[in-house]
């Protein structure tokens, strides 16, 4: 493809998705393709001959969007949101333009200084110390492909300061509490380093949080069993619930025992910082006294396309002496004196992407007041959302809501006989007739044995009417469920 030729399929490919978000609302949300449809439909092999771009574009009309599961739909309610924005688009293809490793600072040093400048505004948006600024030299954030990386790549920092600082201890007692209730990373994370993983107690009555007083006994129990607890996961809005550990009370906790380090994952949450209004609640104070390290992933609920989650650190040095393995040809003279940043050295992978451009534009474009508002509409939709649940006959609220997500279940009809049936059945018949339809997701989770739907608000397109009639459509599988008991 030649530089015109790029200038025609370019001009189409932007043309072409317009159009699709044109016709977004008019689609079903979920695919309806079978499994192995796309296999079926490519030949085996690269083809041996190149072929005509317009042709190849024209496939990924016909082959790839019909496959699609659209996470931008406005009646999309399951997981939570991923943000995909068009000043995240635009950002995402200039970096493609200008593909590069990035890895240190020389290699462009537009990418490495962009992404330091980004993090530090992303930081002050939410409301961060300024120990979590880059331009300390102390501290300093980065941007890592997902949640799960930033948890490794924290663990492993946190492990090799507990190894220095207590010589003679075996990884085999190194142990990293999470909570029934922490997302799959932190025992990811346990599993790929091989490390020890307890999973602390929470209950329905403390909202599904941690709360200081099981963290105190634990780290009483295990200290007195020879280990050694290094590191913690809390929680600030679960994925199952949307749940927040005490993170005073952990805190406070952790004051007695400053080997251990305090990792806030805030991965669906943590742009909710941007209103001050939400920032007691998440507990931010805390973050900025005692955490060592807070994530949180704009590619969520944060208006940046995947990926970007934002990953700040009180002490950069923890990263760097864990993770600067230094050959002789990735020297550089500005890497060498100290003066620039070399991001190869703050996360796991050598290589990285160029993220930042995007959270410039969508940045920019938005302004912090336009970053709030979106975080706001959500909520409000979601307030809204709740109401009608909670006053329904025909559901309950499991947890409270928590910022835009809604947890719920079916209630037993007053008519029925109560001992053929049971609120978990109910609610799973829900959610089978809700899964067997395509115009609408939503996913369903298991708190401490209660089956139940959660119903994530978030993309940017859903307006109070998208909630409306998922509503309305609810409430009519429900009665369906109820009739057929
Ligand atoms: C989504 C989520 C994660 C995982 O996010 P990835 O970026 O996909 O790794 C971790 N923690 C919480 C609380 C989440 O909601």
Request: charged share 20%.
């Amino acid at each position: 493809m030649d530089i015109e030729q790029f200038r025609k399929a370019g001009y189409q490919a932007i043309d072409r998705i317009c159009d699709f978000y044109y016709s977004l609302e008019s689609r079903n949300v979920v695919s309806s393709v079978e499994p192995g449809y796309l296999r079926r439909a490519l030949p085996t092999a690269p083809p041996e001959q190149g072929e005509d771009f317009s042709k190849i574009a024209d496939d990924y009309q016909q082959l790839i969007i019909p496959g699609l599961t659209h996470w931008q739909h406005p009646s999309f309610f399951a997981y939570f949101p991923t943000a995909c924005t068009f000043e995240g688009i635009l950002g995402d293809v200039y970096a493609s333009s200008v593909s590069n490793p990035g890895f240190n600072w020389g290699c462009s040093p537009a990418c490495t200084e962009l992404e330091a400048v980004m993090t530090d505004w992303a930081a002050q948006l939410l409301g961060l110390d300024n120990a979590f600024l880059n331009t300390t030299g102390v501290g300093g954030g980065v941007i890592q492909t997902s949640a799960s990386d930033s948890v490794l790549t924290v663990v492993v920092a946190a492990r090799s300061l507990y190894c220095k600082t207590h010589p003679g201890v075996g990884l085999d007692k190194l142990l990293l509490y999470t909570t029934s209730q922490t997302h799959s990373v932190g025992a990811k994370a346990a599993l790929v380093l091989g490390l020890k993983e307890r999973s602390l107690d929470v209950n329905l009555d403390d909202g599904f949080g941690l709360r200081g007083e099981a963290l105190q006994m634990a780290l009483d129990e295990d200290i007195k069993a020879g280990l050694h607890p290094f590191f913690i996961i809390a929680t600030i809005g679960t994925t199952s619930s949307g749940a927040i550990d005490h993170l005073s009370e952990i805190c406070s906790v952790a004051q007695s025992y400053p080997s251990l380090w305090i990792h806030v994952d805030a991965a669906w949450a943590g742009v909710t910082l941007a209103c001050p209004e939400y920032r007691e609640i998440c507990h931010l104070d805390y973050i900025n006294r005692y955490v060592h390290s807070f994530c949180t992933n704009f590619h969520k609920w944060g208006l940046v396309n995947f990926d970007a989650s934002l990953l700040w650190v009180r002490n950069r040095k923890h990263l760097t002496d864990a993770l600067d393995v230094t050959p002789q040809f990735l020297r550089t003279a500005q890497g060498d004196a100290g003066t620039v940043i070399d991001y190869r050295n703050w996360h796991l992978g050598l290589g990285r992407r160029f993220r930042s451009l995007k959270i410039w534009f969508v940045l920019r474009s938005y302004g912090a007041e336009g970053f709030r508002k979106y975080i706001r509409k959500g909520i409000d939709l979601n307030k809204v959302f709740s109401t009608w649940v909670s006053s329904s006959p025909l559901f309950e609220l499991v947890t409270p809501p928590s910022f835009a997500l809604t947890v719920f279940r079916m209630k037993l009809p007053p008519s029925k006989d109560h001992h053929t049936t049971s609120q978990d059945f109910l609610t799973r018949k829900l959610f089978e007739r809700l899964s067997a339809r395509k115009d609408i997701q939503v996913t369903q989770t298991v708190l401490h044995g209660i089956f139940c739907i959660r119903f994530a608000i978030g993309a940017e397109r859903t307006e109070e009417k998208h909630v409306m009639a998922a509503f309305s459509l609810l409430c009519d599988e429900a009665r369906k469920v109820n009739e057929d008991i």
